[in-house]
């Protein structure tokens, strides 16, 4: 799966890791079908919400929205995943007293 960013009628697609049958695949709304895919769809939710704000707020100072702008994006949530992994990949229990 990926998101696709398109400006001035070029496209640019970036692989999010997930993958689904076509079968399961809501094209009109772009989103899966049925009830064990909620965690994907929030996390394509997430995703897009995440790259439109980030390219509205790289445009408030009339800054030029291009493909490089989407590749910062995404290159800041790999960085942040890296370091979630690395430094967080321990179990922890949340108990209630």
Known sequence: MSIQAI????????????SIDLKDWNKKNGLAIGKGDKD??????N??????KYLRNANLPRV????????????KLITIWIYIKKYFTTPFVVSSY
């Open 40 to 45: 994907l769809n929030s996390k394509l939710i």
């Open 64 to 75: 030029p929205l291009t493909f490089r702008l989407v590749d910062d994006y995404f290159k």
């Open 47 to 52: 995703e897009r919400s995440g790259l439109d």
């Open 7 to 18: 400006m001035n009628s070029n496209k640019k697609r970036i692989s999010i890791g997930e």
